[in-house]
Every structure is written in structure tokens, then in C-alpha cells.
């Protein structure tokens, strides 16, 4: 079954500086890759995704790459701010009939 | 209807009790899931329903787990003779079963079971 590794388990930034966090997956059958944010004692929500017709999605601030060749995804999270302090969750899925499986999390913490 | 809604919030149990969640979806949501969240660690899968039919159960999930949507609309997740590795919080999550929405997660604020 789809296997989803997420690393690195922590990342600490400057404010402004950019933070990047790296996934990869198992079922090279898998063809959509969310992001969901938790912020502590809150439930995972949705910030961005990306379906594998294309390499790359950006929303303002954050934007996620996909590399299928290499079974690869990324975030990335530029000019970061302290509201950006949070666990952060990759995950995959098989078409729109199929579970979704996340990694284990990055804990992610805004230096001011 | 503003959410996906989970009840009980908290439960604190003694081992070897059964205990039993309700998770109440987004109501045009066709798709249910169900996960388990220990801390620190990302949401692991442990079942999902299209409508009332369920599709798929984690190999990870013992017998004393079972999942219900009797009427493809609200689902209940009973535990049979908790053990303290049970507890975790169990999320609920509800998605569009095809679309663009399909496969975009809501969850519900989750259910916290204390094995004592």
C-alpha cells in the first residue's frame, strides 16, 4: 500500500526567510498530494494540493512542486510570518475512489 | 450545517469498556473517513465509506474496531474492549465523492479517548 515519508520532522526559520519541507511516496499510481496545516489543539486543514497533471502550484505565499519521476513533493512557504508556526502534513491519494495517506509531520516554528 | 461535527469530544474510559463516536459530515459529502491521531504523528487511516458502502479498512485495525453509516449520512466508530493503546484522538473527515472536491478533506475537531 501507498507509503508516505515527510521529512524534516522539525524546521525552525528566521521570520521572512523561506522554509521548505520534502515528501516522498511509495504508489507511483498516486496522483493527488495535499498539504494540510494544524496549529496545536486544532483539526488538519486544508492549505493547498496539487494533482499530477501538473509540476507545480503556487497561493500567494505558498506553493507546492511535484516531481512524478522521482515520486517527490514539496512545500514551500516564503516570507514566512509567526502565524505560519504550526504542524505541517503531506499526503497522498489515488484518484478521486481512494483513501488518503499522510506523513508523519514538520513541525514548523517562526523565529522572531 | 457548517462543518463536520464529532461527538463525543472527550471520553475517558476504563480499560476493557466499549465506547462509541459519532461523526456527523458535511451533508452534500458522500465520502467518510476515519483516522487516528496520536501526538506527534500524522493522521493514520483507518477506514472510509462512499455513501453507506464501506470501502476500505486498514489492515492496522484489530477486530474490536467497527465502523458504521448505516444511512450514508452520519457514521459511528465503536471500540470494543479498550486497551490503553487505544488512546488517541479519532478524527473525522467527510469529502465530495467526484469533482474538484473529491478527495479534499474536512475534518471535524476529532473525539479524545483516555484508556485508563
Known amino acids: 500500500g501507498e507509503n508516505v515519508e515527510q521529512h524534516p520532522s522539525t524546521l525552525s526559520v528566521q521570520e521572512g526567510d523561506s522554509a521548505v519541507i520534502k515528501c516522498t511516496y511509495s504508489?507511483?499510481?498516486?496522483?493527488?498530494f495535499p498539504w494540510y496545516k494544524q496549529e496545536l489543539g486544532k483539526r488538519p486543514q486544508l492549505i493547498i494540493d496539487i494533482r499530477s497533471n501538473v509540476g507545480e502550484k503556487k497561493d500567494q505565499r505558498i506553493a507546492v512542486t511535484l516531481n512524478k519521476t522521482a515520486k517527490h513533493f514539496s512545500l514551500h512557504i516564503t516570507e514566512t510570518q509567526p502565524e505560519d508556526s504550526a504542524v505541517y502534513f503531506c499526503a497522498a491519494g489515488l484518484g478521486s475512489a481512494s483513501k488518503i495517506i499522510f506523513g508523519s509531520g514538520t513541525r514548523l516554528s517562526i523565529r522572531p | 450545517d457548517t462543518g463536520v461535527s464529532q461527538d463525543p469530544r472527550h471520553k475517558i474510559t476504563k480499560r476493557g469498556q466499549n465506547v462509541t463516536f459519532r461523526c456527523d459530515p458535511i451533508?452534500?459529502?458522500?465520502?467518510l473517513y476515519w483516522y487516528r491521531q496520536t501526538l506527534g504523528q500524522g493522521p493514520e487511516f483507518l477506514t472510509y465509506?462512499?455513501?453507506?458502502?464501506?470501502?476500505?479498512k486498514s489492515r492496522l485495525l484489530s477486530d474490536r474496531f467497527s465502523a458504521e453509516r448505516p444511512k450514508g449520512s452520519f457514521s459511528t466508530l465503536e471500540i470494543q474492549r479498550t486497551e490503553q493503546g487505544d488512546s488517541a484522538m479519532y478524527l473525522c473527515a467527510s469529502s465530495h465523492g467526484q469533482g474538484a472536491g473529491a478527495n479534499v478533506l474536512t475534518f471535524g475537531a476529532g473525539s479524545r479517548l483516555t484508556v485508563l
Open positions: 504508489d507511483s499510481a498516486s496522483n493527488y
Open positions: 465509506f462512499q455513501n453507506e458502502a464501506q470501502l476500505e
Open positions: 451533508s452534500e459529502h458522500n465520502r
